[in-house]
T-cell receptor
Framework: AQSVTQPDIHITVSEGASLELRCNYSYGATPYLFWYVQSPGQGLQLLLKYFSGDTLVQGIKGFEAEFKRSQSSFNLRKPSVHWSDAAEYFCAAMNRDDKIIFGKGTRLHILP | GAVVSQHPSRVICKSGTSVKIECRSLDFQATTMFWYRQFPKQSLMLMATSNEGSKATYEQGVEKDKFLINHASLTLSTLTVTSAHPEDSSFYIC????????????FGAGTRLSVL
């Protein structure tokens, strides 16, 4: 069955430190891949996406993600986090014209 | 980027009443819209897929008579929670697929439903 796994439920980093959020997927073929961010009581905002081509994808707010086919991973990174980055992050995947499947989410906490 | 407006953002109602939630794509046409339910500290659960001009496709376990979906135009889909009960209290989020940007879904801000 198709699935998206985010192994870390919570991540805590200090402001200014680097960040990596993990995401693995299980699909028959490489799906479209997404990272979304959700602030409390809000909807989801698209950070970045991967459809094909360059495996290092740049997104908004200084985030990037790297697609690694051999590891079925699509990890999200940011070189230096800001307090405003504290939120819930969802990795998601979908096949073309199919429904999107979300991971369970990783809650990011920022220490001052 | 594409904007999806969801209204209301919060609604409190008495048990047994019906509540309608609107989802609008403001600057693009959405042939497909999606309705999700999110429980506290959990991921999004797809409830149904709504296609303009046709009946919605519901996920397994979702009561179509309880959650009525209408997608009458390319920019508007509505979810009506009929005869709401406290167990229907949840955060409901819609999304719309922008056909121009190929399979990207844009999300509304969500509706917090509290049934007393």
């Amino acid at each position: 069955a198709q699935s998206v796994t985010q192994p870390d439920i919570h991540i805590t980093v200090s402001e200014g430190a680097s960040l990596e959020l993990r995401c693995n997927y299980s699909y028959g073929a490489t799906p479209y891949l997404f990272w979304y961010v959700q602030s409390p009581g809000q909807g989801l905002q698209l950070l970045l996406k991967y459809f094909s081509g360059d495996t290092l994808v740049q997104g908004i707010k200084g985030f990037e993600a790297e697609f690694k086919r051999s590891q079925s991973s699509f990890n999200l990174r940011k070189p230096s986090v800001h307090w405003s980055d504290a939120a819930e992050y969802f990795c998601a995947a979908m096949n073309r014209d199919d429904k999107i499947i979300f991971g369970k989410g990783t809650r990011l906490h920022i220490l001052p | 980027g594409a904007v999806v407006s969801q209204h209301p953002s919060r609604v409190i109602c008495k048990s047994g009443t019906s509540v309608k939630i609107e989802c609008r794509s403001l600057d693009f046409q959405a042939t497909t819209m999606f309705w999700y339910r999110q429980f506290p500290k959990q991921s999004l659960m797809l409830m149904a897929t709504s296609n303009e001009g046709s009946k919605a496709t519901y996920e397994q376990g979702v009561e179509k008579d309880k959650f009525l979906i209408n997608h009458a135009s390319l920019t508007l889909s509505t979810l009506t929670v009929t005869s709401a009960h406290p167990e229907d209290s949840s955060f409901y989020i819609c999304s719309a697929r922008d056909y121009r940007t190929e399979n990207i879904q844009y999300f509304g801000a969500g509706t917090r439903l509290s049934v007393l």
